[in-house]
């Protein structure tokens, strides 16, 4: 398996990132290994989907995400929460975030992003949060799942947080065009179908502006919706 890195979503590795350690399957994309995410962190935010500083790249994250989650002030819980930037958009939008990162570096810049917010930041692991008995109204992850070791089980791990009458909010894609990483909208959308009430995937592809540029790959929106009752 290539150990080169996508151009999106995870930022060009530069010169002094270390390689990833050898022999851990799956893990051994660099992306999975968190001394990665360690050393991107502090240029993380130059990507325009990234640090979303282009008001217009800005303005086109925050439309989609309130169309996404809940229109009353909702518990969000941001994993792989990265540096913040959607969390302060769902923050801004009036709900209570607390967001999730294995990378103590990201939590940092993220506590900062939203200082003065309802928020809260935790370092963990995303597949498992320690979030205790707390519950959330939305469960919002953008180019983490792919990347974790077992999604299946992860997804439904997430299930398990949500309050009823919850949703699930995935933003993935397939990066790349020689050797593309990521998961297809087919493949997540069977993943996550037995578990909810009902699924909707909206195409990110064709929206530049969301990217601050055009793209070819596949990137796409998952939403699921469950039931009022308790989930799965
Ligand atoms: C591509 S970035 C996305 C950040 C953020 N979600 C965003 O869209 O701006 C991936 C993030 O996931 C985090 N991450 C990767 N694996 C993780 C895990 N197992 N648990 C928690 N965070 C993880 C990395 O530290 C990094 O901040």
């Known amino acids: 398996m290539s150990t080169e890195a996508p151009a999106d979503p995870v930022p060009q590795p530069s010169a002094g990132l270390p390689n990833p350690p050898a022999g851990q399957g799956e893990s051994a994309l660099p992306t999975a290994d968190a001394a990665y995410w360690e050393e991107a962190a502090a240029s ?7 640090g979303l ?25 941001d994993l ?15 709900h209570r975030v607390t967001g999730v990162d294995r990378s103590p570096r990201m939590i940092a810049q993220a506590r ?25 109204d939305a469960v919002l992850v953008r180019h983490v799942l792919w990347a974790l ?5 992860v997804l439904r791990h997430w299930a398990g947080l949500l309050a009823p009458g919850g949703r699930l ?4 894609g397939r990066w790349g065009e020689a050797e593309p990483i990521g998961i297809p909208a087919g493949e997540l959308t069977a993943l996550v ?3 909810a009430a009902h699924t909707h995937v909206e195409d990110l592809s064709h929206d530049p502006v ?20 308790i989930p799965t």
């Not at 993380?44 to 990234?50: G, L, Q, R």
Request: aromatic share 8%; net charge negative; glycine share 10%.
């Open 193 to 195: 179908e037995p578990l």
């Open 53 to 77: 500083r282009d008001p217009a790249v800005r303005s086109a994250w925050a439309a989609r995400l309130r169309s996404w989650l809940p229109s009353a002030p909702a518990a969000v819980l």
């Open 149 to 153: 070791p077992d999604p299946s089980a």
């Open 210 to 229: 969301l990217w601050g540029k055009e793209v070819t790959d596949e990137r796409y929106a998952l939403i699921a919706g469950f039931p009022p009752g």
């Open 169 to 172: 909010v995935l933003v993935e």
């Open 80 to 94: 792989g929460c990265g540096t913040g930037s959607l969390a302060l958009l769902a923050a801004e939008q009036g």
């Open 112 to 136: 900062g992003k939203l200082a003065g917010h309802d928020a809260a930041f935790l370092v963990g692991d995303a597949a498992e949060p320690p979030v205790g008995e707390q519950r959330f």
């Open 44 to 50: 993380f935010d130059d990507e325009p989907d990234h």
